[in-house]
């Protein structure tokens, strides 16, 4: 298959270097040049938790190239990141090409579907996954559990989606299809919300969070918050209990640090607004306070304030 990669950070460098090197023709675009060129004259490297692959064959560029014979497209930019990569993506890119977007958070979906209505949509969630950039063209991955895969409007059949899955798997990557894909964006999102924000403005690792009392309290508010608004509008949780669930998650996450603390502490703007920025707003809707999130975002977003000074 002919597939096009969007956004080569560490994410989607691990997708297109599985992915070329079990055989398929990949496109890899990014904004980094020095990744760009690294790339196209080294080839990429993958440093994971079972081996090391070096993948040589992947055509990169800065540039959004033609990319109308492509069988699919994996948008894997930061969510902040999305709309404009969508808008100068989709001249380039044939109605009948599958779009999948892959990114923490809400709302990924609803941006893709506002700029490409026409093209059959399909939301992913990486679970389990631990990556970083280490220098361009190589890419530390420390965990990978499995890749879902599911279409974002029941209304299609998604007739191309199995022969998509088909094609993950042949890169190594464990990807299933699951009907309910909204769910498990929310589940995400609560790990995300309880973990990603907390971390950053605490300056700690999640192990580090877990194991202080009021760190860990504050977290778990965050969480509440953003369950209850899941709650409202009817999200069917695959638990009964979240609080175990994220406690689980983040015992499993170990001394990872969450990619939105990565990006506060190297003072580059961070997902806030998709993630804990994400509740409040929803909650509004249906007058529920949410005094956590509220002062997560505060505090990063005046941080934010300080690199545009």
């Known amino acids: 298959m002919k597939i096009a990669i969007i956004g080569t950070g560490a994410m989607g460098s691990i997708y297109a270097a599985r992915f070329s090197k079990a055989g398929h023709e990949v496109i890899a ?45 994996v948008i894997a930019t930061k969510a902040l990141n999305l709309e404009q990569s969508i808008k100068n993506l989709k001249d380039q890119i044939d109605l009948s090409t599958p779009i999948i977007t892959i990114q923490n958070g809400l709302g990924a979906g609803d941006i893709v579907m506002k700029h490409m209505p026409k093209n059959e949509i399909i939301l992913g969630v990486a679970e389990g996954f631990g990556a970083s950039l280490k220098a361009p063209g190589h890419v530390i991955h420390t965990a990978n559990k499995q890749i879902r895969l599911g279409l974002i409007s029941k209304k299609r059949k998604g007739r191309k989606l199995e022969n998509i899955v088909s094609t993950w798997r042949s890169g190594g990557l464990k990807t299933e299809i699951y009907e309910d894909i909204e769910q498990l964006v929310w589940e995400k999102l609560l790990c995300n919300v309880t973990l990603s924000g907390p971390c950053s403005i605490f300056g700690c690792n999640v192990k580090g969070l877990l194991n202080n009392k009021e760190y860990w309290a504050f977290a778990l508010n965050c969480m509440q918050e953003a369950y209850s608004i899941g709650l409202v509008k009817g999200i069917l949780f695959s638990f009964e209990d979240p609080i175990n669930y994220v406690t689980e998650f983040a015992k499993r996450v170990g001394s990872a640090k969450p990619s939105m603390l990565q990006d506060f502490e190297t003072k580059k703007k961070t997902e806030i607004d998709f993630i804990n920025g994400a509740i409040p707003p929803l909650a509004a809707k249906y007058q529920i306070p949410t005094p956590f999130n509220d002062h997560v975002c505060r505090v990063i977003h005046e941080a934010e304030k300080q690199l545009k000074a």
């Open 29 to 73: 675009i990014d904004i980094w040049k020095d990744h760009v060129d690294y790339i196209n004259k080294n080839g990429l490297m993958i440093e994971g938790p079972d081996e090391t692959i070096i993948a040589k064959n992947i055509q990169a560029s800065t540039k959004i190239l033609d990319l109308k014979e492509c069988d699919f497209c």
